[in-house]
């Protein structure tokens, strides 16, 4: 099953650039990215800027027993591509976690009527 996985820039555990093929992140957990996962980059104004296909996901050896943090996870991908238009994070009312229907989604998202600002269960 293919994942859809945000990873935000900017922050001290990854290290992401739109030129490169690869994404390090620093964590104590083990990182749940795989291959062929999607990647969708934040940007530091909270806008999703691009995305990817994971290729690889390699976990590093830690340099010591008692690294700080102790896991290092190289992941490859097949480069950035530009999402155009850019999607602005506030768009996103529900935690996209909980979207796991894909025939249905709807049964997991709220709808908002612009009128009254009320949410509403969806049809």
Known sequence: MIRNWIVRKGVPSVEVDEESDQIQIRSARKVSIRDGDVLVLLSEK?????AAKALQVAELPAATERSEPPRTTV??????????????????????TFVTSLHRPKLHLPRISIASGRRSRND
């Open 46 to 50: 909270y806008v999703f800027t691009h």
């Open 75 to 96: 992941i490859t991908h097949t480069g950035w591509r530009l999402l155009e238009p850019p999607v602005e994070f506030e768009l996103f009312t529900s935690s996209l």
